[in-house]
């Protein structure tokens, strides 16, 4: 059954440092997102993105983050300078229409020390 | 802007023992709505999409339904195997959740 991926599985990085999370969404898919979850929070929507281009974004989604789907395969999520409040689990979803389900990855643990 | 509200916060039923989870939602125009499950630091699984009241579906021993205001997630004869965290979402592309149902099956 196909499934979504993303690598690494855990990230620890110094504050200040950029990272760069990565995904492979369902090859037949067209439709990508960004979702984080901090600890014991709601799961909450950063962004999505379609036809390589951003189509919406959320207030969280500020100038120090940023997509791009740098293959035919992959979908990257880069933030440039991290704070101690981006510590969180961040998960790419993908679906085959914009109304249609997402199907989730198993998310990437970013720790900001 | 859309609002979920999700209740129990926590549920812990007998093996066999039905029980339903609710889903309040407030949207200027209905798009979906989303039935996830997440296990400990895993991914949100689809489980159902709804689109319009009066809508039900069913997966083994879950049946969703779906009314103007609310959604319910049935679970009928639940096994230890249906502990989870059961959230709800509604959107197109961005996804609202709520904060979910923490479901806990003792045996």
């Known amino acids: 059954e196909p499934e979504v991926t993303q690598t690494p599985s855990h990230q620890v990085t110094q504050m200040g440092q950029e990272v760069i999370l990565r995904c492979v969404p369902i090859?037949?898919?067209?439709?990508f997102y960004w979702y984080r979850q901090i600890l014991g929070q709601k799961v909450e929507f950063l962004v999505s993105?379609?036809?390589?281009?951003?189509?919406?974004k959320s207030e969280i989604f500020d100038d120090q983050f940023s997509v791009e789907r740098p293959d035919g395969s992959n979908f990257t999520l880069k933030i440039r300078s991290t704070k101690l409040e981006d510590s969180a689990m961040y998960f790419c979803?993908?679906?085959?229409?914009?109304?249609?389900?997402?199907?989730f990855g198993p998310g990437t643990r970013l720790t900001v020390l | 802007e859309d609002q979920v509200t999700q209740s129990p916060e926590a549920l812990r039923l007998q093996e066999g023992e039905s029980s339903s989870l609710n889903c309040s939602y407030t949207?200027?125009?209905?798009?979906?709505l989303f039935w996830y499950r997440q296990d400990p630091g895993k991914g949100p699984e689809f489980l159902f999409t709804?689109?319009?009241a009066g809508e039900e579906k069913e997966k083994e021993r879950l049946k969703a339904t779906l009314t103007k205001k609310e959604s319910f997630l049935h679970i009928t004869a639940p096994k230890p195997e249906d502990s989870a965290t059961y959230l709800c979402?509604?959107?197109?592309?961005?996804?609202?959740f709520g904060q979910g149902t923490r479901l806990t099956i003792n045996p």
């Open positions: 979803a993908s679906s085959e229409a914009p109304r249609g389900e997402q199907f």
């Open positions: 090859s037949n898919h067209l439709y």
């Open positions: 993105f379609y036809n390589n281009e951003i189509s919406e």
């Open positions: 949207v200027s125009g209905l798009r979906g």
């Open positions: 709804l689109y319009s």
């Open positions: 979402a509604v959107g197109a592309q961005k996804l609202v």
